[in-house]
Every structure is written in structure tokens, then in C-alpha cells.
């Protein structure tokens, strides 16, 4: 597949950043993204249609620096985040 991004996360208050790149390894329109981090750890999220809407399921292999419920509250506020963005754009 190919393509290579690389984003700066910052806090909104600017006490803390971390740069986020890696290569996408699969897309398929609407329904599923895949993409390697910088360090080989594997992301996959799936759009899945449903009444409500669409639902965005996301997977990651964690790292060993921070606790895992630590990482899965970091992957919430992102997708959070990326739902109040979406809501703001359809309303």
C-alpha cells in the first residue's frame, strides 16, 4: 500500500507532545483503515454502518511505556475528539 504521514500531538495547554508517523498498510473507502506506526505497532480501525449511524471501532497493539488502560484512555480522547469534529461538520 505505501504513504507515510507524521503528525505533532500537542496538549491543548502545550505541557505535553509526541510525534505520531508510521506508513498505511491497507485502505479500504469506508470501511477499514490500517496503518503501521513508527515503531511497528499495528492500528486498525472499521467503519461499520449502523441505524444509529456509523460506528468506529478501533484496535492497537500497545506500547510498554505506559500502563494499557493508560494508552486506551489516550486512543478515547482521540476518537472523542474525532466524533465532535464529524458532528460539528454534519450539523
Same mark, same amino acid.
Do not use: C
Given at each position: ?10 496538549? @491543548?495547554?502545550?505541557? $505535553?507532545? $509526541? /510525534?505520531?508517523?508510521?506508513? $498505511?498498510?491497507?485502505? @479500504?473507502?469506508? !470501511? ?6 513508527? /515503531?511497528?505497532? !499495528? ?11 456509523? @460506528?468506529?471501532?478501533?484496535? $492497537? /497493539?500497545?506500547? /510498554? ?7 486506551? !484512555? ?14 460539528? !461538520?454534519?450539523?
Amino acid at each position: 500500500m505505501g504513504g507515510s504521514f507524521n503528525y505533532r500531538m500537542e496538549a @491543548k495547554d502545550g505541557s $505535553f507532545g $509526541f /510525534d505520531f508517523s508510521g506508513s $498505511f498498510v491497507a485502505i @479500504k473507502p469506508y !470501511q477499514t483503515l490500517s496503518y503501521q506506526l513508527g /515503531d511497528g505497532r !499495528q492500528v486498525d480501525i472499521e467503519f461499520i454502518n449502523t441505524p444509529e449511524g456509523v @460506528k468506529v471501532t478501533e484496535s $492497537f /497493539d500497545a506500547e /510498554d511505556e505506559n500502563s494499557a488502560e493508560m494508552q486506551r !484512555q489516550g486512543w478515547l480522547g482521540i476518537l472523542h475528539n474525532f466524533r465532535r469534529h464529524v458532528e460539528r !461538520q454534519t450539523s
